[in-house]
């Protein structure tokens, strides 16, 4: 731990939380680099506290002036009164640590830094965002930056930031929390929230997480009662495990979190030593855990504002069937075409099936799902109160979404008016969402107002609403099953970057229920005739040693050996073909192996992550696995149902289900390799990466076999 860590921690209480109210919540508040001058950082601050109506002191500092807007200024950070709870730093590089230093001095609660130039910029911006982190901690003082924007406490109206964003008016019980590393980005975010009305509790921008960072702030809105939802904008996890905890502790509160993490690394990859390594990289990694902890990842900055706004709008979480209600029969057809790509489940409906709704509609519009109410709802507007009442009541159907035309804002306002007189009779406690179809088409803003006040949420298109559902009915119906996790951990293994060999592994794992060939490791080739006739014809020789973890690319395999004058001419070419492409090489010895049976080949693999922790990788394999790309990344404490459930998510899952008259295979005795491998990694943190390619898996009843195992470390 460093000194800047070692400082830090004495701030935290003993469930590591930063004590953040004298940051969020400031009685005063301290501008060193206050100003008058318009766009400078320090007058942008003071502008927007008093346009919020901040109610606490205000203490300017600036060494050439003695009065700004009326207020009195200070010279220096120690001509300020003693205990102010929040200081604002918007002045240049090079006084941030002795403003540091004075504030420390002055024991004030909180600094908010703004200025940039520290790890972003070299060794010595890093040497001094860690001596800011250790004065600071040291003070017993929060510091959120440097290089970030600030913040904004919209319940208490509390502006800390140079940014001016449009006035909130939208309140609630409900509100959605902001944290970002990104301060632009989170201030795009918290606009557009503004702009649709969906009521904030504030807005953090964490920048360099010199000593606070984002899980800190997550922790403290947990604990918020006006928060319901945090909606995160992160590029780097710099405590991984500690935002799993705190991602956990938030769904355990009933708090979602909402997360767009940029960047999909390729640096996993390039140092990969396996198959495993080389397709699970940073990025997919880190997806499968913060989603296990609970988290919904997202893909951009849109889809963020929309879910964002589907969690806090709707009183339960969309989960089931999605049902559509549109008013073009080509829309529907494009909106099928949408739900087939992102994997949104529109449960199909017909007239045989949907009694009420085909009730409610005219004899000429079949039941379908979208539906198509054509233009009959602007001469029977009470069309689209008893569609939506007749897709409510149906057990199929969880969210629905009401995709209107607004070719101008009368025959809008028609549509509105219906959809809203039946939200209002319905009551119900299923979301309904009302998306959009055109471009600049015309609606009153009251229509929009009043959908809002009724929590229906309204989005901009119709395909960011489908788009929007499909992520978080995903995530509804996630299994949140765990496999029980008692293994111990594999003993006997040698140091960190060391390779087990391949008769070790298999040693080593077959132990722990893994099933492979019967085996033998020889040094000579009459023991190797000797093995061979011991396991019987016909068999494998593969060379063995730590330095030769791809033996084929040595000429380290030969296969189909079927009596014992080809085991011995199999020993000689062996011997010829490593002494060519390795002849430095010692080997431990050759392992004779049982050739197996012909099956369906797979690949399953596992890599613990120095930071985020285990992840088990399945898909289909063989030479061709990197080519194909048919893998899921699965979490390492799935239960045997929940991994079958994700095998028969590959694209090439039909083959494993008696595709074309073929028989069905045996994939529950793959899933039954995938958990014990799960077992094994996450019972073994020194395991780096495992790799297990080909694994064959034969007809249902006559189980799967891993043909080839390496361990990494």
């Not at 929007?468 to 509804?476: H, K």
Request: glycine letters at 10%; a negative charge; aromatic letters at 4%.
């Amino acid at each position: 731990m460093s000194d800047a860590e070692i400082a830090g921690s004495t701030l935290r209480d003993v469930a590591g939380r930063l004590p953040l109210d004298r940051l969020l919540r400031p009685r005063s508040v301290a501008i060193i680099g206050a100003s008058d001058k318009p766009g400078a950082l320090g007058a942008s601050v003071l502008a927007n506290l008093e346009r919020q109506g901040f109610s606490g002191a205000i203490h300017l500092v600036n060494p050439k002036r003695t009065e700004i807007r009326g207020r009195a200024c200070v010279a220096s950070v120690d001509d300020l009164p003693e205990g102010v709870d929040a200081a604002v730093l918007a002045i240049p590089r090079a006084g941030v640590l002795d403003a540091i230093r004075g504030l420390a001095r002055r024991k004030a609660g909180a600094v908010v830094i703004f200025t940039a130039g520290f790890a972003e910029d070299g060794p010595q911006g890093l040497a001094d965002q860690q001596e800011i982190a250790r004065i600071a901690g040291n003070a017993r003082m929060v510091v959120e930056g440097p290089n970030c924007l600030g913040l904004v406490n919209f319940c208490d109206r509390v502006s800390l930031t140079f940014i001016e964003l449009p006035e909130a008016h939208a309140e609630g019980p409900r509100r959605v929390g902001i944290v970002s590393q990104s301060g632009a980005m989170a201030a795009v975010l918290a606009t557009t929230m503004i702009t649709r009305e969906v009521p904030l509790s504030c807005y953090v921008s964490t920048g360099n997480e010199a000593a606070s960072g984002v899980e800190d702030y997550v922790a403290h809105l947990i604990a918020d009662p006006d928060t319901w939802v945090i909606a995160m904008i992160v590029e780097h996890f710099r405590k991984p495990a500690r935002f799993l905890a705190v991602a956990r502790a938030a769904r355990a509160a009933g708090k979602q979190v909402v997360l767009l993490h940029p960047g999909r690394s390729a640096a996993g990859a390039a140092s990969a030593a396996t198959h495993t390594g080389a397709m699970a990289g940073d990025h997919a990694v880190m997806r499968i855990h913060v989603e296990r902890a609970g988290v919904i990842l997202v893909d951009s900055l849109e889809e963020l504002g929309d879910v964002a706004e589907i969690a806090v709008r709707c009183t339960t979480l969309p989960a089931g069937g999605t049902g559509v209600i549109a008013e073009s029969g080509a829309f529907k057809a494009m909106m099928l075409d949408l739900a087939e790509a992102i994997d949104l489940d529109l449960p199909p409906l017909t007239d045989a099936d949907s009694p009420a709704l085909r009730a409610a509609l005219p004899d000429f519009v079949p039941v379908s799902n979208p539906l198509d109410v054509t233009a009959q709802g602007l001469v029977d507007s009470g069309l689209y109160g008893r569609t939506l009442a007749a897709l409510l009541a149906d057990d199929r159907i969880g969210p629905v979404v009401v995709m209107l035309i607004h070719t101008d804002a009368r025959t809008s306002h028609i549509k509105f008016a219906a959809v809203l007189d039946a939200l209002r009779d319905l009551r119900t406690a299923k979301p309904v969402l009302v998306a959009r179809v055109d471009e600049g088409g015309g609606v009153l803003a009251e229509d929009i107002t009043a959908l809002r006040a009724l929590n229906v949420p309204y989005l901009p298109t119709a395909e960011r609403a489908l788009r929007a559902l499909a992520r978080v009915t995903a995530f509804s119906a996630r299994d949140d099953s765990v496999a029980a996790m008692d293994a111990a951990p594999l003993e006997g293994l040698p140091g960190a970057g060391c390779i087990v060999p391949e008769y070790r592994s298999k040693a080593l794992l077959g132990e722990r229920g893994i099933a492979f060939p019967q085996f033998a490791l020889v040094k000579t080739a009459d023991e190797a005739v000797e093995a061979a006739e011991r396991l019987g014809y016909p068999v494998v020789l593969k060379a063995q040693a730590a330095a030769l973890p791809h033996k084929s690319d040595a000429g380290g395999v030969i296969v189909g050996l079927a009596d014992a004058g080809a085991v011995a001419e199999g020993w000689a070419r062996l011997a010829a073909n490593i002494a060519v492409a390795r002849p430095d090489l010692t080997l431990d010895g050759v392992l004779v192996e049982a050739m197996a049976e012909r099956g369906i080949e797979l690949i399953v693999g596992a890599r613990n992550d120095p930071d985020w922790g285990p992840v088990i990788l399945v898909g289909f394999g063989g030479v061709a696995t990197e080519l194909l790309h048919d893998v899921q990344l699965l979490a390492a404490d799935l239960t045997r149902e929940a991994i079958v459930a994700a095998l028969r998510t590959l694209r090439m899952a039909p083959l494993l289900d008696g595709f074309r008259g073929a028989p069905n295979m045996d994939i529950g005795a793959v899933a039954d390799i995938v958990a014990a491998l799960g077992r094994v990694v996450a019972a073994t943190p020194a395991i780096r990466e495992v790799d297990l390619n080909p694994v064959i898996v034969y007809p249902q009843g006559q189980g799967a076999i891993a043909l080839d195992a390496l361990i990494t470390l």
